[in-house]
């Protein structure tokens, strides 16, 4: 699986950016996908997942309210919607494949295959 994360970029804080993950060499509809994050020196986090239909989803304290997971499987593509940003969140965004149906858990280890990521930079 091949996964291709994009529409990350700078933005003011209070704004607003939407990332895209397509993937690519196998279906992923039967797969949870996630989002995680990773700023400079610090380790990997969990920002978001959704289960394979899409109707359970998960996030971390820090976005809750904020940011919104959801999934086109016809697409094979994962969204995150990502609204009231703060300098906090700038990082490099990876999404990610489960290694089942439903979320496993907020642990990378839970998580088959990667993309590469895309940087979102917020400005105070």
């Known amino acids: 699986v091949q996964l291709q994360a994009y529409g990350g970029g700078l933005v003011q804080a209070g704004g607003s950016l939407r990332l895209s993950c397509a993937a690519s060499g196998r279906t992923v509809s039967s797969r949870a996908m996630g989002w995680f994050r990773q700023a400079p020196g610090m380790e990997r986090e969990f920002v978001a997942a959704i289960n394979w239909s899409g109707g359970r989803l998960y996030y971390a304290d820090s976005v809750k309210g904020r940011f919104t997971i959801s999934r086109d499987n016809a697409k094979s593509t994962v969204y995150l919607q990502m609204n009231s940003l703060k300098p906090e969140d700038t990082a490099v965004y990876s999404c990610?494949?489960?290694?089942?149906?439903?979320?496993?858990?907020?642990?990378?280890?839970?998580?088959?295959?990667w993309g590469q990521g895309t940087q979102v930079t917020v400005s105070s």
């Open positions: 990610a494949v489960g290694s089942s149906m439903e979320v496993g858990g907020r642990s990378s280890q839970r998580y088959d295959y």
